[in-house]
């Protein structure tokens, strides 16, 4: 008996997701197909330039927008931004470093600690309880 692989594929949507892309700023062929797994380890391996633009240039998705502010995706949120954004648009950001924006960096900041020291909590805990 052989073992038969079939091919995986998945939707563009799930394709750009996990190229950290904006699916609508991809080309047509992109979005109207599907890609395989090979085909998405192929773009990840040796991108072509339309994504290499779309990495450096932008559009973004917003989990790539919050990952260059530091912040949440609920804080895009809460800070009115709900379209993609440009690598020129977030650094202006950056660059002005309006309030909320100050404000959720450091709420962010203080999420990451509290995370830490439960983690640092947890690891002593399971120390103490090994013989």
Request: net charge positive.
């Amino acid at each position: 008996m052989t073992s038969h692989q079939s091919t995986q594929t998945m939707k563009p949507a799930t394709a750009a997701k996990k190229l950290g892309v904006y699916l609508e700023a991809t080309p047509a062929e992109f979005q109207e197909g599907v890609v395989s797994r090979a085909e998405l380890n192929a773009l990840q391996a040796d991108p072509p330039q339309w994504l290499q633009d779309l990495r450096r240039d932008g559009p973004h998705p917003r989990p790539v927008v919050a990952a260059k502010l530091g912040i949440s995706i609920a804080a895009l949120a809460r800070g009115g931004i709900t379209e993609p954004l440009t690598t020129e648009q977030i650094d202006a950001l950056r660059k002005d470093l309006p309030e909320w924006l100050q404000k959720e960096r450091a709420t962010q900041a203080e999420v990451r600690k509290e995370a830490a020291r439960i983690k640092a909590k947890n690891a002593e805990r399971t120390d103490q309880t090994r013989p």
